[in-house]
Nanobody
Framework: QLQLVESGGGLVQPGGSLRLSCAASGFTFRYYAIGWFQQAPGKEREGVSCISFSDGSTTYADSVMGRFTISGDNGRKTVYLQMNSLKPEDTGVYYC????????????????WGQGTQVTVSS
């Protein structure tokens, strides 16, 4: 019932920007946290950012602090990840995921996942 659909990925040059979207359905948005995770080639899935709609808190990985901004539109049930000043290290498949309550950096604590959207940062 709970579904998450990512979009907005693409190919950009270093220093460019993308805005990823995570459209959610089938659950009460305000009870959940939505996280963005990056799976870079050959690496484990890592938390990038998260927003909890239960208390409005947000989190960011140190590597994206000051470059990425997470936001949510409760009416549209959509979470956005604005990605600026992109670096080659940002390349990977980006997934959004949902869990009840608070944010978490642990991917295994998120029970529901989208299908992912590819982000490639390359010259």
């Amino acid at each position: 019932q709970l579904q998450l659909v990512e979009s907005g990925g693409g190919l950009v040059q270093p220093g460019g920007s993308l805005r990823l979207s995570c459209a959610a359905s089938g659950f009460t948005f305000r009870y959940y946290a939505i996280g963005w995770f990056q799976q870079a080639p050959g690496k484990e899935r890592e938390g990038v950012s998260c927003i909890s709609f239960s208390d409005g808190s947000t989190t960011y990985a140190d590597s994206v602090m000051g470059r990425f901004t997470i936001s949510g539109d409760n009416g549209r049930k959509t979470v956005y990840l604005q990605m600026n000043s992109l670096k080659p290290e940002d390349t990977g498949v980006y997934y959004c995921a949902a869990r009840p309550g608070a944010c978490s950096k642990t991917s295994t604590s998120f029970p529901r996942w989208g299908q992912g959207t590819q982000v490639t940062v390359s010259s």
